[in-house]
C-alpha cells in the first residue's frame, strides 16, 4: 500500500506538467493578450489627449515599443522557453507579479486565502454534519411521511442554484421592502475594527451565514441521498440480519455495525477538504461581495492577468490531486480489507 501511495504522489509531477503546459500554451496564444490590451490603452489614451482628431496614424504604435512591450510581459521568447522560465520560477515559489495589482502573485493570493479558507472550512463542514445524520435518519425512516417531505424540500433546493438563492434571500432579508435581518454582503461590518474580541466572532458568523447556505444548497440532496441509500444497501446485507437475530438493538447494529461501511462512498469527496480554498463558487461570491478565490480567477481571466492566472491553476491542480490521494487514504481508513497495490 505505501508502493501505491508512492506511486500516486510521484504521478502528480507529470500531471502537474502537462495541465500547466496547456493553460500556459493557451496563454500565449489566445487573442486579447496583454500586450494586445497595453496598446489599446495606449490607443484609447491617445484619442481622449486629442490624438483622433489626427486620424488613425496619430494612434499608429512603433515596432519598437511593440517590441519593448512584448519583452515587458514576457512574450518576446517562444512560448516553450517561456514555459520553462516560469517553471523554474515556480520551482524557487517565486510566481511572478500582477499585472492588475502590480505585487507578486504570492500577496494576492495571500490576501484572498483567509477569506476562501473561512467559506470554504464553513461550508464542508455544515454540508456534511447536516447531510450524513440526515440521511442515516432518512434511512431509518424510509418511507415514511418524515422521509417524502424531506426528499422533496433538498431537491428543491437542489433545483436551484445557489446564486439565484443568494439573491432571493438578499431580497427577502436584507432589508428594503421586507426583512432586515442579515447584511447585504461583504465579509464584516463597517465599524469592524472597533468592535471587541466577541463581536469581531459574531460579526463574521453574521456575515457568513447567508453564503455559507448558498455555497452547500446544492450539495445536500446528493449527500444526503447518497448516505441515505448506502445505508439502507447495507442494512439489507447478511452481517446485518445475524446482528438483528442475535438481539441487538436497531441503534447498536446501525451506529456499530452498519455506520461505518455505510461510510465508504462518503469518503470520496472528503478528500475536497484540501481544496477547500479554491471552493468559491464565482456568482455566489458576486452576489454576496466577496472577494474570494472565485471572483480573483475570473477578474484576472478578463483582465488577462496570467501571472495570477496561473498561480490559481499551480494552486487548485496540486491540492486537487492531494485530495484525490487523501481519499484513497480514507477509504483504507474505514474499509480496513481494501488493500492497494
Sequence with gaps: ??????????????????????????????????????????????????????????????????EKLKKIYGFDKPFYISYLIWLGNVVRFDLGESYTYSKPVWDVIKARFPISLRFGVAGFLLAYLVCIPLGVLKAVKHGSTFDFTSSALVFIGYAIPGWVAGIVLLVLLGGGSFLDIFPLGGIHSMDYETLSLFGKFWDNIYHMILPVFCYTLGSFASLTILMKNSLIENLGKDYVRTAFAKGLSEKTVIFKHTLRNSLIPIATGLGSVFSIVISGALLIEKVFNIHGFGLLGYNSILDRDYPVMLGILVFSSILYMLGNIFSDFLYCVIDPRIRLD
Excluded: C
Design 1 to 66: 500500500m505505501i508502493n501505491y501511495f508512492i506511486r500516486r504522489i510521484l504521478i502528480i509531477i507529470p500531471t502537474f506538467l502537462g495541465v500547466t503546459f496547456i493553460v500556459f500554451t493557451i496563454t500565449r496564444f489566445a487573442p486579447g493578450g496583454p500586450v494586445e490590451m497595453a496598446i489599446l490603452r495606449y490607443r484609447q489614451m491617445q484619442m481622449e489627449g486629442g490624438g483622433g482628431a489626427m486620424g488613425s496614424h496619430g494612434t499608429a504604435i512603433s515596432e519598437e515599443m511593440v
